[in-house]
């Protein structure tokens, strides 16, 4: 194993190995931490420790409680079951946290109004040290009034609001965009497609708007015909897909706003019997578990949540913790994962499949 380029002058995460191992987080937590007693297997675990090994990830670690009083951090989601993966912001709050021994709870609300305004409740008369309020979708947000009054440092995460009232840490969804779609550019390709996220959101506004600034550097004409919008599940992906490929001029390439997308889009050509990355090269975002086990192995864009975790819990516990009048916000690199999923236009083996289609 090497190591990857893009890691080596910042601190190696537990996403990092689980990443390069071609794992989940999760697996890695269990094969790192001393006291699990759960079974994994052989190969899995030495790949795993490989992994660790070759980044210079520390395995014997172990919290060393700080001098003073224990602090409570509380991680508040909208709602969770619309995209689970987003709870790995709460690892990043625990790895800063580690090394003193303070405490992370997670709470989700379920996006039920009434739910939200009991949790903060409950979590404020306990007097927590910080909250971090954080949703699943990058987007604006209106504080609960409850936050506004609170002692506690808090911090939004993959959120901000209007009056900049607190701090703010969001991906740097325009920048990670257009850098997807500059990799498509950069491999011979002109006629490239994208699959959005819904309109009113703010992420496929801002996908979009780095998709079209890439196109614009590259002096290539922004066609609207090559966008369509899906609604970030596989069965849109599929469907604009299709719909793509049955144009007169079909894309060489297409740039899908997630992950969930890019297995619809992957379907979709498969089906039409047509090979990634030789016929069609495709880019997602996310860089979900799922992305390294597609074949081929899909290219995309990591969404930095351990990263945006980490950043929320050392600004939520930063010393001398006072409230300013306004923050800007703070965005973090969405770092690209190549892998197998994209190819130079024209392939030496492209067939005349597409123009039959």
């Keep these: 194993m090497h190591k990857p380029t893009g890691i080596k002058d910042r ?23 001393p006291d699990s007693k759960i079974k994994i297997s052989k190969d899995t675990r030495e790949r795993i420790l490989k992994a660790a090994a070759t980044l210079g990830y520390s395995i014997e670690r172990a919290p060393t409680p700080r001098v003073g009083p224990l602090r409570r951090i509380a991680v508040v989601f909208d709602d969770l079951t619309v995209c689970p993966e987003a709870v790995i912001a709460v690892d990043g709050v625990r790895e800063f946290t580690w090394e003193t021994g303070d405490i992370v709870s997670a709470y989700n609300c379920h996006a039920d109004p009434q739910m939200e305004e009991r949790t903060l409740a409950a979590i404020l008369r306990d007097s927590p040290s910080a909250i971090v309020y954080t949703t699943v979708r990058t987007r604006l947000v209106e504080v609960p009034e409850q936050l506004y009054k609170t002692e506690a440092s808090v911090v939004l995460l993959n959120c901000y609001s209007k009056d900049r009232a607190f701090p703010s840490v969001v991906p740097g969804d325009v920048a990670g965009a257009n850098r997807a779609t500059d990799v498509l550019i950069a491999a011979g390709h002109r006629r490239i497609a ?6 009113w959101m703010d992420v496929s506004k801002d996908r979009n708007r780095g998709y079209r600034e890439a196109l614009a550097t590259a002096d290539i004409p922004f066609d609207p015909e090559l966008v369509r919008e899906g609604n970030w599940q596989l069965g849109s992906g599929y469907d604009a897909t299709l719909s793509l490929m049955r ?12 992950d969930r997308m890019a297995i619809g889009c992957y379907e979709a050509l498969k089906e039409m019997r047509l ?18 086990q597609l074949n081929p192995k899909l290219t995309t ?33 969405c770092e690209l994962v190549e892998r197998q999923s994209v190819a130079r236009f024209p392939s030496a083996n492209r067939t005349a499949r597409v123009t039959a289609l």
Aim: proline share 5%.
């Design 247 to 258: 144009m007169a001029r079909p894309p060489t390439a297409i740039f899908c706003s997630n």
């Design 275 to 292: 090979n990634i990355p030789d016929d069609v090269s495709v880019v997602g975002f996310d860089d979900d578990e799922i992305a390294s």
């Design 11 to 33: 601190r190696v995460t537990m996403s990092d190995v689980a990443n390069l191992a071609q794992c989940s987080q999760s697996t890695v937590s269990v094969v790192l931490s």
């Design 194 to 199: 994208h699959i959005t996220g819904e309109a």
């Design 301 to 333: 864009l990591k969404f930095p949540r351990h990263q945006m975790g980490i950043w929320a819990a050392e600004r939520a516990l930063a010393p001398g913790h006072s409230r300013e009048d306004t923050y800007r916000i703070v965005k973090i690199e």
